[in-house]
């Protein structure tokens, strides 16, 4: 009987560590991280060498940072209420290097989850209540109530500082696009 045990015990251990293998591998697949320096209450971020329509993560005062290089044609399919615009056009997008980038704060603006992203629908979807945002992180479904928050952020050559209020953030600030 103890060796029956010890098998079954042994069994779960595997399954649970192939289980958690799964789940890292999985995690490797839909994103990477980042090169980047911390320090003090700032994050900056490399994007030279990203790949276009790929979520990369990263880290700004304890809070996920998810970071898309959008691709041109970045239109989500199975859209809801019809809203299918082409991400690439959003002005909340932050051009580095003659790219656009997504560059938000990865916490749903309805209940906090973190939204998952799906590459080939161009779209996150929240694990939590359904809600929708498109890859420039504005919404698509609702509950959330608001687009996803881009962090203060400074722009020099091709990187992206965040916790620095730069021009360019300042600018979208002024046209009421970040909060
Ligand atoms: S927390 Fe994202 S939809 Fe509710």
Redesign the pocket.
Known sequence: MSDRRDFFGKALGAFAGLGALGALYAAKRTWDPLPSVKAAGFTTLDLSGLSENKLYVDKWRGKPILIIKVAKNSKPNEAPNGNNKNAYEDPRLISVGGHKYMIVIGL??????I?DYFSDKHKFI??????QFNAAGEVLKA??PSPLVIPPFKITGNKVVLGEEGPEYKKLKESGLVA
């Open positions: 749903c603006t309805h209940l906090g989850c939204p929240c694990p939590c209540h359904g809600g509950p959330p």
